[in-house]
C-alpha cells in the first residue's frame, strides 16, 4: 500500500517558539492531506484539510494563524505550530488519498509526539 | 454533524475467548468506513475497510461487518491472543472519496495470557 512518513516523529520545544512538521507520501502523489490531532486518550480530531496549491480549509475552533499548513507540491505538506504552548502538546497525525487509484483508503503517517515545555 | 461512537470504551478478556466491538455513527450516508489499530503512542494501522455496498471483510481472525442502513458496523475478533491488546478505532468517511475520516474515541482492549 502507500506510504506516508511525518517527520520529526517526535519534537520538544520550549514555549513560544514554533514546530514545523513535514509529511510527505513517498510513492504517490496527494493532492489532498489531511491533519489530526489527538490527545491522551482521546480521538483523532481533524484539523485541517490541506490542498496542494491552494489554501487549506481549517476545521471550527482550529486557529489557522496558529497552525500554519503549506502544501506546495503534490508530495509534501507541512503544519507549523507558531508560538507554542503547552497545552499545543498532542500528537500531530496526517493522511492522504492516492487519488490516482481511487482515492478509497486514506493512508496515513506515523505521527509526531509535539511536547512544549 | 456525522458522529462516531464505539462501545465499550474499554475491555478485558482472557485469552483466547472472541470478541465483538461496536461502532455506530448518526449518519448513513457514508462512503466507506474502516477500523484502525492504534498501539500505546504510536501511529495508526488499518485493519478492514468496508466500501458502502458491502455488507462485510475478512481478514485473517478479523471480521468486520456493516449496516449501513442502521448506522452500525462491528469488529469480531476470533480467539483474541494477548498481541491483540490494543485500541482500535472506527472511522468513516462521508461522502465520496476524497473527503476526511470522522473517527470514534475508540475501544482499548487487553487480552490476559
Known amino acids: 500500500g502507500a506510504v506516508v512518513s511525518q517527520h520529526p516523529s517526535w519534537v520538544i520545544c520550549k514555549s513560544g517558539t514554533s514546530v514545523k512538521i513535514e509529511c510527505r507520501s513517498l510513492?504517490?502523489?496527494?493532492?489532498?492531506m489531511f491533519w489530526y490531532r489527538q490527545f491522551p486518550k482521546q480521538s483523532l480530531m481533524l484539523m485541517a484539510t490541506?490542498?496542494?496549491?491552494?489554501?487549506?480549509?481549517?476545521e471550527q475552533g482550529v486557529e489557522k494563524d496558529k497552525f500554519l499548513i503549506n502544501h506546495a507540491s503534490l508530495t509534501l505538506s507541512t503544519l507549523t505550530v507558531t508560538s507554542a504552548h503547552p497545552e499545543d502538546s498532542s500528537f500531530y497525525i496526517c493522511s492522504a488519498h492516492d487519488l490516482l487509484a481511487g482515492g478509497y483508503e486514506q493512508y496515513f503517517g506515523p505521527g509526531t509526539r509535539l511536547t512544549v515545555t | 454533524k456525522q458522529e462516531v461512537t464505539q462501545i465499550p470504551a474499554a475491555l478485558s478478556v482472557p485469552e483466547g475467548e472472541n470478541l465483538v466491538l461496536n461502532c455506530s455513527f448518526t449518519d448513513s450516508a457514508i462512503y466507506n468506513l474502516q477500523w484502525f489499530r492504534q498501539d500505546p503512542g504510536k501511529g495508526l494501522t488499518s485493519l478492514l475497510l468496508i466500501q458502502s455496498s458491502q455488507r462485510e471483510q475478512t481478514s485473517g481472525r478479523l471480521n468486520a461487518s456493516l449496516d449501513k442502513s442502521s448506522g452500525r458496523s462491528t469488529l469480531y475478533i476470533a480467539a483474541s491472543q494477548p498481541g491483540d491488546s490494543a485500541t482500535y478505532l472506527c472511522?468513516?468517511?462521508?461522502?465520496?472519496?476524497?473527503?476526511?475520516?470522522?473517527f470514534g474515541k475508540g475501544t482499548t482492549l487487553s487480552v490476559s495470557s
Open positions: 472511522a468513516v468517511r462521508p461522502g465520496q472519496a476524497g473527503t476526511a475520516l470522522i
Open positions: 490541506s490542498n496542494e496549491g491552494s489554501k487549506a480549509t481549517y
Open positions: 510513492d504517490f502523489q496527494a493532492t489532498t
